[in-house]
Nanobody
Framework: QVQLVESGGGLVQPGGSLRLSCVAS????????MDWYRQAPGKQRELVAG???????NYADSMKGRFTISRDNAKNTVYLQMNSLKPEDTAVYYC???????WGKGTLVTVSS
């Protein structure tokens, strides 16, 4: 059973930064594309950023220039560096093996003063 475990969330002030990590197991990580999603209270889950197995990245418009997705295939890990955080970035962040039903349990990011 594929497992995805997110970490790195927490409480941060507006303008601050966080780096999220997602460790994958029981999967050939180097050949899959990975995505980060988020779900804010009362809202639908939305795509934040994605990265292909070759390292090509894509971002939602509202995250461009603030968030950076990266991966370390040797560590089976995908990262999401989040800078210049805003209160509207508050959400549970999930990682996903692209186009699969494999999801982590999420990590909560709260941006508040």
């Amino acid at each position: 059973q594929v497992q995805l475990v997110e970490s790195g969330g927490g409480l941060v002030q507006p303008g601050g930064s966080l780096r999220l990590s997602c460790v994958a197991s029981k999967i050939t990580f180097s050949i899959v594309a990975m995505d980060w999603y988020r779900q804010a209270p009362g809202k639908q889950r939305e795509l934040v950023a994605g990265i292909t197995n070759s390292g090509r990245t894509n971002y939602a418009d509202s995250m461009k220039g603030r968030f950076t997705i990266s991966r370390d295939n040797a560590k089976n890990t995908v990262y999401l560096q989040m800078n210049s955080l805003k209160p509207e970035d508050t959400a549970v962040y999930y990682c996903n093996v692209r186009l699969s039903s494999y999801w982590g349990k999420g990590t909560l990011v709260t941006v508040s003063s």
